[in-house]
């Protein structure tokens, strides 16, 4: 992997003004991807891991959704203040995104041949021919049979697997430099999701891409990812590289999600579960947002956040634990 940083993110902040409240989804968030990296960020539901993706993108919900501080850069550009026609010409370009649900995401009254032309002829400007042919080219890099029959169906007519295949195919249509992939194996079974995950690892590996998976699933991080981000209740809890996560985890929240995967030769083995629920986002605290769940908590955790502390070059922790005990 290349040491030049394409996407740097500094302290982005990302609020939704509701008629109950301000929902901090995205409290001070900072994390990087090189060149030809995959990033994995894992939490649970409402983590803030989508929103911090869709803030990269610019598609937060109007008019709730809203960036209120923080730095976005793309390869030096500063996507905060581009213009939304300038970021409509970068989204599909150079970010695309692969989303968790095909069924929603295509759509049921255009063929497929149509949904994929339609970025190509917008960013490439190619016509006719030209789009027939990317259009084949790319259906057979996602392994779908019959190209060239299957772009003239719409999306009813495929499979899970194969509407998820077609998605990632619309996703790397026009090469961008960092694709997003938010939870895209969900609806699939086991079967498809492997064979989903190694193709997009080929394809980031042959393209040398940077990507963004987004998943509460550890074992596809295993896979996929060569650094995660562990995210709860819209802050980052911990950082590292995905050896060092799995052999080493820090943080009582990461080590609860390791405890969480099954071992599959252990059919007696009773299946662990993190005790109570993730916060409010509403009634925030402002002391560590795990203390309540936390095996571990102190009096200091239910009052102030934790700082970064850094257990080695590459992996970083926010934790009292291991301020008040070091390393």
């Known amino acids: 992997m290349n040491n030049h940083t394409l996407l740097k993110i500094k302290n982005l902040r990302t609020h939704f003004f509701t008629r109950r409240g301000v929902v901090r989804a995205v409290d001070g968030v900072s994390f990087s991807v090189g060149v030809g990296e995959v990033l994995g960020i894992v939490g649970e539901s409402g983590s803030g891991k989508s929103i911090t993706c869709l803030s990269i993108l610019r598609l937060l919900p109007q008019p709730a959704g809203r960036i209120i ?116 194996t969900t609806a699939l079974d086991v079967i498809s999701q492997d064979q989903f995950i190694r193709l997009l690892k080929d394809i980031q590996v042959e393209r040398r891409l940077s990507m963004i998976w987004v998943t509460h ?19 980052i809890v911990e950082m590292a590289a995905v050896e060092t996560l799995f052999q080493q985890p820090a943080h009582p929240y990461t080590i609860g999600l390791m405890r969480s995967i099954p071992e599959l030769n252990d059919s007696e083995q009773e299946l662990f579960s993190i005790p109570g629920q993730p916060p409010d986002l509403l009634h925030q605290s402002s002391g560590c947002r795990f203390a309540p769940r936390c095996p571990e908590v102190n009096d200091i955790c239910l009052e102030k956040y934790p700082p970064e502390v850094a257990i080695s070059e590459r992996h970083t922790v926010h934790c009292w634990q291991k301020v008040n005990h070091g390393r």
């Open 69 to 184: 501080e923080g730095e976005i850069f793309l390869n030096g550009e500063d996507l905060l203040k581009k213009s939304e026609i300038e970021m409509r010409r970068f989204r599909g370009r150079q970010i695309a995104m692969i989303p968790q649900d095909p069924m929603s995401s295509l759509n049921p009254v255009f063929t497929i041949g149509d949904q994929m032309a339609a970025p190509l002829k917008y960013h490439l400007g190619l016509s006719g021919n030209q789009v027939a042919e990317k259009v084949k080219s790319l259906l057979t890099k996602v392994n779908i049979p019959s190209p060239v029959q299957r772009s003239k169906q719409y999306p009813h007519q495929m499979s899970g697997g194969m509407r998820q295949r077609i998605l990632g195919g619309i996703g790397i249509s026009c090469d961008p430099k960092l694709l997003i992939a938010d939870e895209p």
């Open 217 to 235: 699933d550890m074992s596809i991080v295993a896979k996929a990812c060569d650094r995660v981000v562990v995210m709860y209740a819209g802050k």
